[in-house]
């Protein structure tokens, strides 16, 4: 029992890490996916296309993919960033491109009526969108929202691959040294276990309440999670 | 030359998707059956399971299994480990996809079944089976889609796939922006038609599947 | 004395008595709450009985005990002489066995979506009773006529109207040749014009001499097809009687209460 205590107090500046990781990766994400998701409401095909086309693109590469191309691939332009700014950029834009479909959903699910309001009340575009739309579409987004931060969180164990010291980093060098890997390793899947389970209840909580905002027939809690996997 | 390099990998890369796909959807009739039992212990061991084959990253499970457990294939063998590391990650989710197939399907086609004395296999695969696979099958399209992803992660363990060659060439001196690029479009030229499938079984339905 | 021990006598008596089905001391309970509290029934060869009452009185319960889709908490049913549910025999109890000797039409008719109308009525008699595809379909044609639906063999259910489906239903339950019908609010689901259909089909099929049972709100039907009726009520049986005794001389204030609410008057 010492010993899992012993590890898993080491083990802490790793979870730290990764959780500044997902931190900062939302930091980006988030407000590209708010952007984006806004573009993608636009009736204009010549806004839409161009967003369709690069939110396709960061979904459809690995994460890993994205990762490397950051890291590995702006060098070659000149570029050349730290591995943990890398992993911000990489999986920003990654948590972005999922985030604007959450985004889109809820920005169209604003009643007409509020926009109606805020412009009966000469409020400008812009005042509209921040003061009114936005704060209506986190109401309502804000538990898938929750299952991005999840996969983000989890994602960022890939940044182990470019070096950075995360918790999967911390756990397999001090595995190493110890020569027993499989106690740390076991140590850094509790810890994710236990940041995933926590989120993933709030997650569910928020879930059932938000399913009627949303108004769309959802076919039961995990499908949701289609998009749980990086 | 970028491209024979890298498509060297493809094979394993295949190989790690269909392989893990074909476990996960194994284990993931015991687990669908598992939360929708009445007894306890089915039900407990079941979302045991989930809660841990997802509460881990896939890239936990994979060096779990290749660097932390020091018997058998998956000791030896990157492209097992990740096949079992993979394949269980994702049965937690399929598991998921046939209990909501499942649990769409109305109360009163299961009673119909009961009055008309139909056996329990029949009753599955027959009448209930045919109703739940729209549901099933397009989140068990988006969690495919989400596991070919996956399976670069493999290459961090050791395994030859695309994205393993990708690095090597990189180091050989190819250009790196353009190789990731090249490899990033192989994997979008598999995902895509699936995705376009599981939007149109949702269009036909109406019923959401990609959430995001 | 047969195999389960009972005294041949019973069957011997019931065969006598031309007694289809006795329900005693029928309880059930979901959870905290006590839906049927000692439900006794007798039921004669060829005899149609109607169970009325307010909703949440423990109708549908109770005729889902009788096919076992609900499993009494006390209380034993014997059909045809033969005891089928007793606490004892709860553990070994042949549920399908049961349900071939009993059929069910439900208030949301519940035919299999996939499935045209002949192939909803020939599926059970090729899996449950192992008949031939040929032999299956030429008695689920023969039963679609009989209930109208001759022209309709190859609709899917949802191409027809709710009278269409629910006849389909019910020659569904019918094809398995089933000894006792019982009828769970048949018309409840279905547009007021085309509950005559259906309810004529069960007419005659009481006419020809069907044991059955159904739990309904049409009175008017009950009153014209049924030779006993039954008030359920509360979880009990509060008055039962011949149609012309509960309709127009009911003896319960509850039973006349409810019978005046539901008809206006069907004096």
Known sequence: ????????????????????????????????????????TSKHRIVRWPIITLVEIFRG?????????????????????????????????????????????????????????????????????????LPYAVRVAWA??????????QGTALAFAIGTKDLLGTGYSRGLADSDLLANLMAVGLLYLLVTSLLSYIEVLGIRRGKKALGRRTAALPVIDAVRMT | MTVPQVLQGLGVTLELWLGSLALAIILAIPVALGRRSKNRFAYGFASLWVTIARGLPPTVWLFLLFFGVKFGPTAT????????????????????????????????????????ALSRPTTY???????????????????AISL???????????????????????????DAIVTFLFVGIIYLVFTIPVGFLARTIESRTGIAVSGA | MNDLGVSTNLAHDDALTMSALRAHGILKSFGDRRVLNG?????????????????????????????????????????HGQPVWTPELAKTVDLRAHRKKIGMVFQQFNLFPTMSAIQNVSFAQVHTLRRSKEEANDRSKALLEQVG??????????????????????????????????????????????????????????????????????????????????????????ERGTPEQLFKHPENQRTRQFVNAVTGDLR
């Open chain 1, 144 to 153: 898938p929202l929750l299952g991005i931060a999840i996969i983000t969180f």
């Open chain 1, 1 to 40: 029992m010492n010993g899992l205590f012993d590890t898993i107090g080491a083990l802490l500046p790793g979870l730290g890490t990764s959780l500044l990781l997902t931190a900062g990766s939302l930091v980006i994400g988030v407000p590209l996916g708010v952007i984006s998701g806004q573009l993608l």
């Open chain 2, 148 to 174: 070919l992803k996956n399976t670069a992660i493999a290459s961090i363990i050791g395994a030859n796939d695309l994205v393993y060659y990708a690095n090597t060439a990189v180091q050989l001196g190819s």
């Open chain 2, 77 to 116: 063998s990157p492209v097992i480990a990740s096949i079992v590391g993979l394949g269980i990650v994702t049965s937690a989710y399929i598991g998921d996809s046939i209990r909501a197939g499942l649990e769409s399907v109305e109360k009163g086609q299961w009673e119909a079944c009961s009055a008309l």
């Open chain 3, 149 to 238: 639906l001759g022209t309709h063999l190859g609709h899917r259910p949802t191409e027809m109207s709710g009278g269409q489906q629910q006849r389909v239903a019910i020659a569904r339950a019918l094809a398995l040749d089933p000894e006792i019908m019982l009828f769970d609010e048949p018309t409840s689901a279905i547009d007021p014009e085309m509950r005559v259909e259906v309810l004529r089909v069960m007419k005659d099929l009481a006419a020809s001499g069907m044991t059955m049972i159904t739990v309904t709100h049409e009175l008017r039907f009950a009153q014209e097809a049924a030779q006993e009726v039954i008030f359920l009520a509360g979880g009990v049986v509060a």
């Open chain 3, 39 to 79: 439900i006794d029934v007798e039921l004669a060869q060829g005899e149609h009985l109607a169970i009325i009452g307010p909703s949440g009185g423990g109708k549908s319960t109770f005729i889902r005990c009788l096919n076992l889709l609900e499993l009494p908490d006390a209380g034993e049913i014997i059909v």
């Open chain 1, 61 to 133: 590469f690995p994460a890993l993919v994205t990762l490397y191309l950051v890291y590995f691939g702006l060098p070659v332009i000149d570029i050349v960033l730290t591995s943990t700014v890398s992993v911000f950029i990489a999986f920003g834009v990654t948590s972005g491109a999922y985030t604007s479909e959450i985004f889109r959903a809820a920005i169209r699910g604003v009643p007409k009526g509020q926009r109606e309001a805020a412009a009966a009340l000469a409020l400008r575009p812009r005042q509209t969108f921040f003061l009114i739309v």
């Open chain 2, 125 to 143: 695969l027959r009448v209930i089976g045919p109703q739940a696979l729209p549901i099933t099958l397009a989140a068990t399209a988006a969690y």
